[in-house]
């Protein structure tokens, strides 16, 4: 699976939009990018993923850029809930490579 | 449709003891993982299972431990013979049947293990 890079730490204040920026230079083809959070010390929670195209839910937006080397997460209007470490994942998604490689993240601490 | 269970939440063993830790997938799914943080850290894969087979443990430590996910019941995660270093955060997910798993990993709340 490809390697990440994500910066260690950010501040966000509180309903602005939070920008969680992901180097992915040697991203594959066929790999997808998802993202996970840990809020404190809870078992990580899906937020999104994407293969080439931006993708939105509920959570979040996720934009890959065209040469898909790098990525961006946004959450819209962050609150203090949204006070975590969020990983960036890349990994083929298919039989045999089901393992998630979890990097050190960024911890995103949303300041009131 | 309750999340992934794990049980217990904290687990408290001396050196030379067994740690069982128990993962419940959600309903439905029938692949689990098990991942171990360690304090500071990021989570790291152990093994990853289906039901009676194992798919993947290139995670798992040669020694002491082992993992099985029975047709009945819940995946076991079974340390032999703790030692100190096996203190952690053990996180159990699970993902429903399907090409590759699915895409989504659904994580516990995890077993939190102190060995004294």
Request: proline fraction near 6%.
């Amino acid at each position: 699976d490809a390697k990440t890079t994500q910066p260690t730490s950010m501040d966000c204040a509180e309903g602005r939009a939070a920008n969680l920026p992901c180097n992915h230079s040697t991203i594959s083809g066929n790999e997808y990018v998802y993202w996970y959070r840990q809020i404190h010390s809870q078992g990580p929670q899906y937020i999104i993923h994407g293969l080439k195209n931006n993708e939105t839910n509920e959570m979040a937006s996720l934009i890959i850029t065209e040469d898909r080397k790098s990525s961006t997460l946004i959450l819209p209007h962050a609150t203090l809930r949204d006070t975590a470490v969020y990983y960036c994942i890349v990994r083929v998604a298919g039989f045999g490579n089901e393992k998630l490689t979890f990097g050190t993240g960024t911890r995103l601490t949303i300041i009131p | 449709n309750a999340g992934v269970m794990q049980n217990p939440r904290h687990l408290v063993r001396r050196r030379g003891q067994e740690a069982r830790l128990r993962c419940s997938p959600m309903k439905g799914h029938s692949h689990v993982y098990w991942y171990r943080q360690l304090p500071e850290e990021g989570l790291k894969f152990m093994v990853y299972l289906q039901k009676e087979n194992i798919i993947d443990e290139s995670g798992m430590p040669k020694e002491r431990f082992s993992a099985e996910f029975p047709k009945e019941g819940p995946s076991i995660l079974r340390i032999q013979q703790v030692v100190r270093g096996d203190s952690a955060a053990y996180f159990c997910a699970s993902s429903p049947p399907g090409l590759g798993g699915g895409y989504e990993q659904f994580f516990g709340p995890g077993t939190r293990l102190t060995v004294l």
